[in-house]
């Protein structure tokens, strides 16, 4: 996994979960908020399935990041 910036746009993969839907699944991040705040939350929507939150930049492994 990446520790790097994320932003709106990124498409990311999250990590293995046998236990959570979101488990191995790509997304792309659709909002950063608050932006430019010490602690950031970010959303990833894995289209048809649902949004998904986390907060810690290693989490996810970005496969292709936004201009």
Do not use: C, N
């Not at 979960?17 to 991040?29: A, N």
């Not at 894995?46 to 496969?63: C, L, M, N, Y």
């Amino acid at each position: 996994m990446q520790s790097k910036a994320i932003k709106v746009g990124d498409l990311v993969k999250m990590p293995h979960s046998p236990v959570y839907w979101w488990g191995d699944q790509v997304g792309v991040i659709d909002i950063v908020e608050p932006e430019g705040s010490s602690y950031v939350t970010y959303r990833v929507f894995v289209p048809g399935k649902g949004f998904a939150r986390f907060s810690q930049t290693d989490f996810v492994e970005v496969i292709s990041a936004s201009r």
